[in-house]
């Protein structure tokens, strides 16, 4: 498996919280994604990274925001979390644009009550 | 609005019989297409891909793709199926128009179950 870490793993929180996600890579890549899964829409990018400090938006932003201040680490905050947030979130890498598959970590549940 | 179909929730096949997950895709252009399989409580990985070539792509674990331009298809195949096939599989695109990142456009996913 590729070198990724995603912390926590699982997470339980309240309503109007914020709440950071870490994704750790020992790859050096320099993309670095985050996606959400819920049943029925498959995985939606949320943002993404092309370098340090050089983030984009992806399709489901709103309520998200990324920070990379390492090549190694990519923090996925939610400002105040809500209910519809409730969702397991993938960081995802990949060494080169273009067609190089994408390499998952192994996700973090989060449920917000 | 670009979209990809995996119009099965489940396919159901016993082992040792051939496989088929379809997939169709409405993206302009000529995309690049993906395969990826999650096994439970674990990220997905990475199939095979198809770019440019030969329509009928293998990939890792005995798994192919049939890509056909005209039906705007990229159906995930296998000859013989294995009770440790059963997972989560998952179409996806990338149009050629994308830029640098590799921002793929997934499917809602195919649930393979493969009885003994």
């Known amino acids: 498996d590729a070198g990724i870490t995603q912390s926590p793993r699982h997470k339980v929180t309240e309503t109007g919280t914020p709440v950071t996600l870490r994704c750790h890579q020992t790859e050096n890549h320099r993309y670095m994604y985050w996606y959400r899964q819920d049943p029925g829409h498959g995985l939606r990018l949320i943002h993404y990274s092309y370098g340090v400090k050089d983030t984009d938006k992806g399709e489901v932003s709103d309520g998200y925001s990324v920070s990379r201040s390492k090549t190694e680490d990519f923090l996925l905050t939610l400002e105040s979390a809500t209910s519809s947030q409730t969702s397991v979130y993938f960081c995802?890498?990949?060494?080169?644009?273009?067609?190089?598959?994408?390499?998952f970590g192994n996700g973090t549940r989060l449920t917000v009550t | 609005a670009q979209s990809v179909a995996q119009p099965e929730d489940q396919v159901n096949v016993a082992e040792g019989n051939p496989l088929t997950v379809k997939c169709t895709y409405s993206v302009s252009g000529n995309p690049y297409l993906f395969w990826y399989v999650q096994y439970p409580n674990r990220g997905l990985q990475f199939l095979l891909k198809y770019i440019t070539g030969d329509n009928l792509v293998k990939g890792s674990y005995g798994f192919e793709a049939e890509f056909n331009k005209s039906q705007t298809s990229f159906h995930l195949k296998k000859p013989s199926a294995l009770v440790s096939d059963s997972a989560l599989y998952f179409c996806a695109v990338r149009p050629r128009d994308g830029g640098a990142t590799n921002k793929l456009i997934f499917g809602t996913g195919t649930l393979l179950a493969v009885q003994p």
């Open positions: 995802a890498i990949s060494e080169s644009g273009g067609t190089s598959p994408l390499h």
